[in-house]
């Protein structure tokens, strides 16, 4: 496999290595490095930070970032959990770990991509897009995640000062909706969907480092607030 970047360019062989060499004159830039497994795909980007990222996807799962300018790694975390899940023999959810155990792998990466400080950014084909945050040493789902009443779950991006978060949820909106619990109506249930949905996108927001959105999703938060105490919704006010 090879990614090429306008600076530079990678090169993952099927024994397992990887290697990075100038764009510009074929000189190598690093000594070769040995991953787990051979590479499944290779993401290469030079950002306008000056940051030259390589992200690379092995067929074991493992996710890694390369800062290939300062032969550093970024990160490295499995992205396994994200693709594949435990089954038993007969096709259901195992209640104990035993021999007839084995993994199903039912959504694979289409698209994958680095932030400006180096996480990685996987969307996956059913649409819900992760990213890994350092901080918490974890995946965090960014889109088209479990809000699927709120309002805002199939925002589409706007053209002109849209940050990355904005524009996942665009890219990984979804149609499915799910009906109300008994009891509780439509419109306070949306409400409170959408205000819990707006809480994750401000964190996803700084999570992301995205200012743009934060501003946006804070906003439109205030607004949400003050227009849910009409729906029924107990901790707006405490939420203000």
């Known amino acids: 496999l090879a990614g090429v970047a306008g600076k530079f360019a990678a090169v993952g062989t099927s024994d397992g290595l990887l290697f990075f060499y100038s764009a510009a004159s074929g000189r190598r830039l690093a000594p070769p490095i040995v991953l787990d497994s051979p590479p499944h795909s290779l993401e290469a980007q030079v950002l306008d930070n000056g940051k030259w990222f390589l992200l690379v996807i092995t067929r074991s799962g493992l996710c890694s970032v390369y800062n290939v300018r300062e032969k550093k790694l970024v990160c490295a975390r499995s992205a396994a959990p994200l693709l594949a899940r435990p089954v038993d023999a007969v096709g259901g959810v ?41 901080d918490l040493a974890a995946w965090i789902e960014v889109a088209g995640g479990s809000a699927h009443n709120s309002e805002f779950a199939r925002e589409l991006a706007a053209p002109g000062g849209v940050g990355i978060v904005r524009s996942l949820q665009a890219s990984g909106a979804s149609s499915h909706r799910v009906p109300s619990l008994s009891g509780m109506s439509g419109l306070r249930r949306a409400a409170i969907e959408s205000l819990a949905h707006l809480e994750t996108l401000l964190e996803c927001s700084l999570a992301l480092s995205s200012a743009v959105d934060y501003r946006y999703y804070l906003a439109t938060y205030a607004s949400k607030l003050v227009s849910s105490q009409d729906d029924g919704v107990e901790s707006a006010e405490k939420r203000i």
Not at 115 to 120: L, Q
Request: hydrophobic fraction near 35%; aromatic fraction near 10%.
């Open 94 to 134: 195992p209640d104990s770990d035993d021999a007839a155990v084995r993994t199903d792998i039912y959504r694979n990466v289409a698209n994958a991509r680095v932030t400006w400080t180096g996480e990685p950014i996987l969307t996956l084909s059913d649409s819900h897009v992760f990213a890994y945050s350092r």
